[in-house]
């Protein structure tokens, strides 16, 4: 496969043409839909016969706003060969979900509906999200199809593992929505860094044809961490977790084989993402040095700095003729400080958060120095901007060449933005001694 021809204003709309397989994955065609509008991407539909099973046209029109292809004997549309135009209309072909119907069609080159003729007519990068039962996923004709379009050129993103439809589990879900817009969002990111064609890199996991962090390992840590008083009371903070989460995410659509350590949190496991759960602090220390070493370490969680020095063993009791106790705290362990101390399994890259309520880019700069780390993502959470547990987030990057002002935005956005700028750092050339680029 081709990738589309770079227009030249470089600001031109991004275009994908979405085909709708029959499965009963079908119905998350719209949610994907819904957010590639959202991201900014133009989305033209196609249906095959068998998803009107489970779709309606209608609803896939309403929400990408263009009409939705379904007959390939139309004759309003091929009367100018409506299925070679279609089939060069975009940027990025998306078959989602991917049947094991329509992917031995494509291995096999056949052409029996409007899906299938477009997908053969096309020069276009192609991606493909597989979902199907277990059992069909795993046969080796389904398996020999796959090796055989990945050989192509065709990315493949997915499929899950987890609970299907038909109650069996295992490999053959289709990734979530979220995670296939990412994974479409970052090829667009590798055409504009490097305009060059997507390649296919496999089919087990979040595959997709840019992935600059391939090969690298990457250690997040996330959300809150509850320090025990008592059984039942806790010392914590309002951390959601969101952008943590957001960030291992966004880092394994770019290649990254990543390590979540998630403290208390009511979020799904991002897919692909190896996560570690923890509760308090010195639990988080423990996970974080037992998943060394990582060439990337992102600090995200909202660490308790203090903790309860003599944890009671019994709930404590308030009563009238009694003083309020007094709880005695000791530090928790400095866990950024901790990664950016120098030493054999330092990471390459340790970037930290800075929660401030005044001084937002004072107070980081001085973080930043103090602890050693390389970058400080400093963000504002005083009262009334809704940062710690809210969906959005205005951050400032502060690195070694100076200060980056980010707009607000969706915390997967924003996520995506610093992946993104991790990959540049691990793909600029660093200067050895004698001042050769490596």
Avoid at 88 to 116: C, E, W, Y
Wanted: glycine fraction near 10%; proline fraction near 6%; charged fraction near 20%.
């Amino acid at each position: 496969m081709k990738a589309a021809a770079a227009r030249g204003d470089g600001a031109a709309q991004k275009r994908v043409l979405l085909i709708v397989s029959g499965g009963i994955a079908a119905y998350k065609a719209l949610e994907l839909v819904r957010l590639l509008k959202t991201s900014g991407v133009d989305v033209r539909c196609v249906l095959t016969k068998a998803a009107t099973e489970f779709v309606t046209p209608l609803s896939l029109q309403a929400l990408s706003g263009e009409p939705v292809g379904q007959d390939l004997f139309s004759l309003t549309d091929e009367q100018e060969m409506g299925h070679i135009v279609l089939s060069r209309s975009a940027d990025l072909v998306v078959v989602a979900p991917a049947t094991a119907n329509i992917l031995a069609k494509m291995a096999q080159g056949l052409a029996d509906d409007l899906a299938t003729t477009l997908l053969l007519a096309t020069d276009t990068p192609v991606m493909v999200a597989p979902a199907m039962n277990v059992r069909m996923w795993e046969h080796p004709a389904t398996q020999a199809n796959m090796a055989l379009l990945v050989d192509r050129g065709v990315m493949v993103v997915g499929p899950d593992e987890g609970e299907m439809a038909c109650g069996e589990f295992g490999a053959g879900r289709f990734v979530e929505p979220p995670m296939l817009r990412d994974a479409i969002l970052g090829w667009f990111g590798g055409q504009s860094s490097s305009g060059a064609a997507a390649a296919s890199v496999g089919f087990q996991g979040a595959a997709l044809g840019w992935e600059p962090l391939a090969g690298r390992r990457a250690l997040v840590t996330a959300g809150p961490t509850h320090e025990p008083v008592d059984p039942v009371r806790y010392l914590g903070n309002r951390s959601s977790g969101l952008q943590g989460y957001a960030i291992a995410a966004a880092l394994v659509v770019l290649g990254a084989r990543v390590t979540l350590v998630s403290g208390p949190v009511s979020l799904a496991d991002p897919a692909g993402v190896n996560v570690v759960r923890v509760e308090t602090g010195l639990e988080m220390e423990r996970a974080v040095r037992a998943a060394l070493p990582v060439d990337i370490a992102v600090c995200a969680a909202a660490v308790a700095d203090w903790r309860v020095d003599g944890i009671s063993g019994r709930k404590l009791k308030k009563r009238a003729d009694m003083a309020p106790p007094v709880l005695t705290l000791v530090p928790n362990p400095d866990i950024l400080a901790i990664l950016s101390a120098p030493g054999p399994e330092r990471p390459t890259l340790v970037v930290g958060f800075a929660a401030e309520t005044d001084d937002v880019e004072v107070n980081a700069v001085a973080k930043r120095t103090r602890k050693g780390c390389d970058w400080i993502v400093a963000n504002d959470v005083s009262a009334g901007t809704n940062v710690m547990g809210g969906p959005d987030n205005r951050a400032v990057l502060i690195t070694e060449d100076g200060i980056e002002r980010w707009p607000l935005l969706p915390k997967a956005d924003l996520a995506r933005r610093l992946a993104q700028r991790i990959a540049a750092r691990f793909e600029a050339p660093v200067m050895a001694s004698g001042g050769e680029r490596v």
